[in-house]
């Protein structure tokens, strides 16, 4: 039996698959694509390693590709059917009880079992990895950063893999409203790791949610060839730069952006790429720009997926596609099939309450919005604002919501609700200057033409500075 470079042993695992496996972790930690080649170099050194198997099950799900995890489950399952886990580690068999919840879709129930193994064994690297990205897609901002803050001091300054975890740590800050220690860890993982485009990601956010969209843009600029190609994590980033573009005011270098970076001919059709170009056109549809035929060729990849019910944050985007292409019949398909859908999932399967409670009302009221029907897309996602994170992502994805709701009050001509969502938004990030537009819309709804020129101003000036 062998063990990897902090001590732990790995039963069925030899010299040669420990070498793909620690690869495999780096790679997997810094979001490069050859993480899938080096996990399967791993297998094939030693098809019974168990921790091999392990990390190729994470990666089954951690993309939220359904066909992925189905593949993952199959090939987990056949493992299983013969292993003697009596002989195994305590540490390996409970990362065999988070994979299979997992792949069972308890996500909810693997990250209890993940953070089991964080308390017993703090610097396991992969469940330490896989953990965070639980808490990301299930919304949980506390634990995200909780659970690498509560591991790091087990772990030595010198150690290699300490800078991502810090990355990771600098993102779980920002997500619970830590912005300038956000900001100082993530750097700080940088300084350990230039090309750790998680860390950057981390920091990036950090600007988003403080109105800082120069000093975004400055940022990503200064590190261009450290995260704007070659990562799984490049297509993320480049919607980031959008977002800056965006609230700039600079359309053209969005569109751009769009063209070169988020969806073309040559994109891969993977959700979590789709869902980045979706929720870009969408902000664009709020704010009435007509982007045709981009839509159209969004809405064809979404719906040659063929997606069944998964991850309830994927089928918000798709709808998002079809109602801005005008397929309204296509986005009531994907509900009337999720609607079916819970009639029969179990309730264990967390993306059963994910569905029910939160991404069924957000895709009625996408549709309600895209009829026009402002008043219903108001009321469908006014119960569900506080509650959004519970269907997954982090407050910059789930803004697109949020701005529906505050467009759609306003087209409804809600002028109280208006003013108390934009009060709220204006409080929380006064630097942002689509809070400032909004404000003026509304003033001019009220009848204050020297308010709505005053927040006009205000809109200008911060996309200026």
Known sequence: MTADRHGYRMSHTGADALVHYEQALDDLLFFRPDVADSTRAALDAAPRS??????????????????????????????????????????????????????GGEMHRAGRLLGDLTVAHPRDVLALFAGHQHDFLTGDAQRLRDRIGGALGAWQPDDPHRGPLLGMYAFGLEESGHYERAEETGLEALAHHPRDVWAIHGVVHTYEMRGRFTDGMRFLDARTDDWSDGTLLTVHNWWHYALYAMELGDANRVLEIYDAALHHEESAGVAMQLLDAAALLWRLYLAGADQGVRWVRLADAWERRDDGAHYAFNDAHAVMAYVGAGRIGLAERLVADRERWLAGAAPAVTNRAMT???????????????????????????????????????????????????????????????????????????????????????????????????????AAAQAAW
């Open 50 to 103: 168990v921790m091999a198997q392990v990390l190729a099950a994470y990666l089954g799900v951690l993309g939220t590709e359904e066909k992925d995890a189905v593949a993952a489950r199959d090939a987990f399952l056949r493992f299983r059917s013969g292993l003697d886990e009596e002989v195994l580690t305590a540490r390996e068999r409970m990362h065999l009880a988070a994979a299979d919840a997992w792949l």
């Open 356 to 458: 029910a409670d939160i991404g069924l009302p957000v895709c009625r009221a996408l549709i309600a919005y895209g009829r026009q029907e402002y008043g219903r897309a108001t009321d469908l996602l006014l119960p569900v604002r506080h509650r959004l994170h519970e269907f997954g992502g982090s407050h910059a994805q789930r803004d697109a919501v949020q701005r529906t709701l505050v467009e759609a009050a306003l087209r409804a001509k809600r002028t109280d609700l208006a003013r108390m969502l934009l009060s709220e938004r204006i409080q929380l990030r006064p630097v942002c200057p689509y809070n400032w537009s909004a404000q003026a819309r509304l003033e001019e709804q009220l009848g204050a033409p020297a308010r709505a020129a005053a927040a006009r101003e205000k």
